[in-house]
């Protein structure tokens, strides 16, 4: 039983030796560009022409619709 609690008791102790835990990092106040945001404006102004191109297909199936039924 001794045997195995002197490494226990080492262990312990240099654990209880750690430093301290550091506070979290505060977030920047604005943000700031970073590399990824030319991407980020890209895929935002693919995503608005994805949805003017899937309005502009729903009207024209109204109006489609619409001409079929006259």
Known sequence: ???????????LALAACGQPASPPPQKPAAAEPGVFDPQLKALDKAKGVEQTLADQAEAQRRSIEDAEKR
Do not use: C, E, T
């Not at 039983?1 to 262990?11: D, F, K, T, V």
């Open 1 to 11: 039983m001794r045997r195995h609690s002197i490494p226990i008791l080492a262990a």
